[in-house]
């Protein structure tokens, strides 16, 4: 990771008559993080919540970033869908541009994208998904090239690079991963990391040795820009504070990657 690292976290996901408040648990997590992920629409979110969370995080200089998924609200976005490319192109264009217009009312700007949930696995392998991926944010982002978040070694991230983007290698605080560096799918044991001091301990190793152990014990590789905490991990705002908190007494610089 070097000396500098993005911690940044899904927002916008909760109910939709969500409203930042000074207690709330979102604020809370825009309090610590430097990047939020917002719901596009796809999975979670509307018009009024993407404006809520673009406007809670240009208070905070929180960078914005268009979290675009599958369709698929009844599911949140974490089912794979064999969508055609050129449906997935269109409706992570819509997702990106829809972004854009809140957060700029919001007085912000979308500074990346990054898939959410099966979008996001899928293009870590499937050659087809990943372009359509890539096609729709070179289309959305009006000749301003979005840097496109991915998890390392990522199909995607590779045609995004051939593409003119900037590839931004992310990893996970509070998800397992397999021996391969993919992560450990949600419905098996060992998805989800929920004690501070074990994602404490998985995060300041990723910043000094650029590796993460998987759950079968093997060391991989975590060469990251940015961290993710999940904001519906159990205990999410703890976590993502602990996270802080221990990079910052390490000297590790936390800002955003843009």
Not at 128 to 137: G, I, K, L, M, N
Not at 241 to 246: E, F, I, S
Request: aromatic share 4%; net charge negative.
């Amino acid at each position: 990771m070097g000396a500098r690292i993005d911690l940044n976290c899904d927002l916008g996901e909760g109910l939709d008559d969500w409203v930042p408040g000074v207690d709330g648990p979102e604020s809370r997590l825009l309090d610590v993080v430097t990047s939020a992920n917002v719901a596009c629409g796809f999975h979670a979110g509307d018009d009024r919540v993407m404006a809520a969370v673009c406007r809670a995080a240009a208070e905070r200089g929180v960078a914005v970033g268009a979290q675009v998924s599958y369709r698929d609200r009844a599911g949140f976005g974490r089912r794979f869908l064999d969508v055609p490319p050129v449906v997935l192109r269109a409706d992570v264009v819509e997702q990106v541009r829809a972004l854009r217009r809140a957060a700029a009312a919001a007085g912000t700007r979308v500074s990346y994208v990054k898939p959410h949930g099966a979008l996001y696995n899928a293009v870590v392998h499937h050659a087809e998904q990943a372009t359509a991926v890539v096609d729709a944010v070179v289309e959305a982002s009006d000749g301003d090239p979005l840097p496109l978040v991915g998890l390392p070694g990522a199909v995607v991230l590779d045609v995004a690079r051939d593409r003119g983007l900037r590839p931004v290698r992310e990893a996970f605080a509070d998800r397992g991963y397999r021996a391969d560096g993919t992560l450990v799918p949600r419905t098996e044991p060992g998805a989800l990391v929920v004690d501070p001091d074990e994602v404490v301990a998985r995060v300041l190793a990723m910043a000094r040795d650029g590796r993460i152990t998987s759950v079968d014990g093997t060391l991989i590789l975590a060469d990251a820009e940015s961290v993710c905490v999940h904001s519906d991990t159990p205990g999410a705002v703890v976590l993502a504070a602990a996270v802080r908190h221990a990079l910052d007494q390490a000297g590790v610089a936390v800002g955003p990657f843009v």
